[in-house]
């Protein structure tokens, strides 16, 4: 096979290959977008699972749950409640609430979570944690916005009694406007926070983290959507020191309100108190309202 046969039969392969997500765009920078998108699901996919092969924090995956900058002005949000148990010869329960309610005005959101854990196996618990998300974007320039948040969070099985972060930086829409589906989105961000955290039995620790993260929302098939996203948060004063954390989350309506949700969880932590392990995997399937 020639040089020009070789070519022929790379692009050849290059355009079935985007016929799984859509048109082949035309021109470098439609090819570059088509290549971005292609590839989106394996980078979300391979980063959850590359936390989850290498944490021990809540997750909230808020790109699933909340609507973008581009949604009608006013109030909106959405409820899920995951419950499992079992009985007989095994005696199990768990539950997992979660909640979101955001409003957008000028090209602005603002945006609460809440999540809460729990968990019991043979009476005895084995799960009990909470956080609480503050979250404010807002438009900048053209697909560039800036964010601040804070968290709280607990977990009594970590040993986490308390952990207080505030901080911001800035997100790029990484989909061209004219080109992204309903409801698709994609999303690079960078900036840094500050926490303190404190342990049962354990010193606490102060530290200023960096905030690298992808995330993503994608419509897949018959209405349901994919969505997801990474994070890898080190500490600027220890190198030694990082957390990953990934989301990925699965969503098939029901009806135009309610919808079911498969999900996957996880988080790493590179320096955990003295017993705990360094990395934490939840999945779970419930039921999620939207209003």
């Not at 989850?52 to 006013?74: D, H, T, W």
């Not at 005895?124 to 807002?138: I, P, W």
């Not at 607990?154 to 829409?173: E, H, K, M, S, V």
Request: proline fraction near 3%; charge should be neutral; hydrophobic fraction near 35%.
């Amino acid at each position: 096979m020639d040089s020009g046969e070789r070519e022929n039969s790379r692009v050849a392969g290059w355009r079935r290959d985007s016929a799984v997500i859509g048109a082949f765009p035309s021109g470098d920078g439609g090819y570059i977008r088509g290549l971005m998108s292609r590839h989106l699901l394996f980078l979300l996919i391979s980063g959850t699972f590359a936390c989850v092969s290498s944490a021990a924090a809540a997750v909230v995956n808020i790109e699933g749950m909340r609507k973008g900058l581009e949604a009608a002005p006013g109030w909106s949000g959405s409820l899920k409640l995951d419950l499992g148990g079992s009985s007989g010869n095994s005696e199990k329960f768990n539950a997992a609430l979660g909640m979101l309610a955001q409003h957008r005005r000028d090209g602005a959101v603002n945006l609460i979570a809440f999540s809460y854990d729990y968990g019991e196996t043979a009476g005895a618990r084995n799960t009990d944690k909470q956080t609480l998300h503050l979250r404010h974007t807002e438009e900048w320039r053209e697909r560039l916005d800036w964010e601040a948040f804070g968290q709280w969070q607990r977990n009594d099985f970590t040993r986490l009694t308390r952990r207080l972060l505030a901080g911001g930086g800035l997100r790029w829409d990484l989909l061209e406007p004219g080109r992204k589906q309903s409801g698709e989105r994609f999303y690079l961000g960078t900036g840094l926070f500050a926490e303190t955290q404190t342990f049962r039995s354990a010193p606490g620790k102060d530290t200023v983290r960096a905030n690298l993260y992808l995330s993503a929302v994608r419509p897949v098939f018959a209405a349901s959507s994919l969505s997801g996203s990474v994070y890898f948060q080190p500490s600027f004063e220890d190198p030694g020191d990082h957390r990953a954390v990934g989301s990925l989350a699965f969503s098939v309506p029901m009806r135009e309100d309610l919808a079911l949700e498969i999900s996957l969880n996880c988080a790493y932590d590179s320096q955990p108190p003295a017993g705990v392990k360094r990395t934490d995997i939840e999945y779970r399937t419930g039921i999620r309202w939207s209003f």
